[in-house]
């Protein structure tokens, strides 16, 4: 199961009883970044159809005090999506998900203006399954207040919980036209459906880095969505010979496959990647180095196992397990919630979900130094990537040697 957002059955009946006596505590919030920049983000959609591409921008920009930081979830929409993704009433969800979350903000400034002293390395990122553009705020703000300009692609292959795209009409009759999740139909096969979208995911990334080698190059683009953000200011703003690819779950099989469609991409971190989308035939043609962070909690022998196929001699692939975490350790949702809830909805681990995130932008950071050739002070997180720290395993908790049982079984219960 790859969702970004897991419940399980019994407990969604319970989520509106223990949600009365909850509340969105002073103390929650996603963190900012910790770099030596201040953070802005933007939204870019490339045309008016469902074909272009759609993503969040995170970026170095100027220090903006009084600037308005975007709401977390964008409009009501997305609840709505959520709601279906995990078969609730979309009524009900609405209304517990804009009391549990609808007044976080994302650790970002809206449209602030970019300002950086050095070309910006660029990272693609590929949410997970149910997930959308903006659920992984506190790892994408990380990257970029570290230097990084940082693409989240809001996918369009129904994967996503919801997305949207502008129908070509005129202005005075243009609608945004509502893409939902689409579940498994009784009886359908899981990889047919799920392979197609990892495809289509990895296009969708290579779209979006096309769209930035064009703004990096002075060429004009139209966002159909008429943002504030001045898009010309980020020409030669970008480094292009460094550039990296990354996501959490069906995102981090994203990883793996447009690694293996795209050579610009020169390496991938992929976060509790879920294997079962990709083609076992793509494994041995994938060429750049990839780090996996995995939880502790969600992966099974044989997913690892699957990651276990692109080890090579002559090309890097790491891999660490963080302890104390669940699948959910990575998107916001862990920062969101008191322990009470946090733990009945799976969304927090064991370990304190602020050290959990640094370790895994912290072990992220140092890599992407190690092969995009940065000239930073990542390396002093080096240990890390060896799984070297007491909140680490180095490589798997997973034990390999017992595959009597079918992953397919292990999927069925993971997936919601």
């Known amino acids: 199961m790859c969702a970004c957002f897991y419940l399980p059955d019994q407990k969604r009946s319970a989520l509106s009883f223990f949600t009365m006596g909850s509340s969105c505590s002073n103390n929650l919030g996603i963190p900012p970044g910790n770099g030596p920049n201040a953070v802005g983000c933007t939204d870019f959609m490339m045309d008016h159809t ?65 300002k950086s002293n050095e070309k910006c390395p660029v990272i693609i990122f590929s949410h997970g399954l149910g997930a959308f553009r903006t659920l992984y705020s506190a790892i994408c703000a990380e990257m970029a207040s570290q230097g990084f300009i940082v693409a989240s692609v809001e996918h369009r292959d129904q994967s996503a919980s919801a997305t949207y795209y502008f129908c070509d009409k005129p202005e005075s009759e243009r609608s945004n036209e509502w893409m939902y999740y689409r579940a498994l139909r009784h009886g359908e096969s899981e990889f047919p ?53 990354m996501g959490h779950s069906f995102g981090g099989a994203t990883v793996i496959e447009a690694l293996c469609k795209e050579v610009k991409f020169k390496c991938g971190v992929a976060l509790d990647s879920w294997m079962t989308p990709l083609d076992d035939e793509i494994f041995p043609r994938v060429k750049q180095p990839i780090f996996f962070i995995n939880s502790e909690k969600f992966q099974w022998a044989g997913n690892i196992s699957r990651m276990k196929k ?107």
């Open 50 to 114: 469902a074909e272009g591409t759609f993503f969040r921008l995170y970026y170095p920009c100027q220090e903006m005090e009084s600037a308005e930081k975007p709401d977390w979830v964008p409009c009501k929409e997305y609840f709505n999506g959520l709601a279906d993704f995990m078969k609730m009433n979309r009524a009900l969800s609405e209304r517990i998900f804009n009391y549990l979350f609808g007044s976080f903000k994302i650790p970002a400034y809206l449209d602030a203006p970019f």
């Open 193 to 245: 459906l799920r392979n197609k979208q990892v495809k289509q995911r990895a296009d969708e990334c290579i779209l979006a880095l096309d769209k930035l080698t064009e703004i990096n190059s002075g060429i004009s683009v139209q966002n159909v969505l008429e943002t504030q953000f001045d898009w010309s200011t980020l020409k030669n703003s970008m480094d292009l010979c460094r550039i990296a690819v």
């Open 310 to 416: 692109l080890d090579s001699a002559v090309i890097q692939r790491k891999m660490i397990t963080i302890r104390g975490t669940v699948h959910q350790s990575f998107p916001d949702f862990t920062f969101l919630t008191g322990n009470w809830i946090g733990k009945l909805m799976k969304l927090k681990g064991e370990i304190d979900p602020e050290l959990a995130i640094d370790l895994c932008n912290n072990a992220t950071l140092a890599f992407l130094q190690r092969h995009l050739g940065l000239e930073k002070n990542f390396n002093q997180w080096d240990p890390l990537i060896d799984g070297e720290d007491e909140n680490l395993i180095p490589g798997t908790n997973v034990n390999l040697l017992h595959l009597s049982y079918s992953p397919c079984a292990q999927e069925s219960v993971q997936r919601v």
